[in-house]
């Protein structure tokens, strides 16, 4: 179903949709605004995805095991050592 809607844009974002159109990149300047919907829309509820998994992650982390200092600390001695022979150093 398509509703006509009427939209203000810019100077320079009526040229770059005209130019869009004239290049053959669309067959028109509803199809630019309808693309640029399209992608507006992908990023929205692509960072709201992530938004959740942070959240999640956070979550899950707070309720979980804790290290203490020592354990934490050997940890990344061992991670770093194994790195630096890894690199021959």
Known sequence: MSVKA?????DQQD?????LVQQGRFA???AVVQRGLDLLQQETEREAAELAALRAFFTE??????D????ARSAAQDM??????AHGL
Do not use: H, L, Y
Request: charged residues 25%.
């Open 6 to 10: 009427s939209v203000s844009m810019s």
């Open 28 to 30: 028109s300047a509803s």
């Open 80 to 85: 770093i050592a194994r790195k630096r022979a």
């Open 61 to 66: 982390r707070a309720n979980g095991p804790f």
């Open 68 to 71: 203490d200092t020592e354990t």
């Open 15 to 19: 040229a770059f949709v005209r130019a």
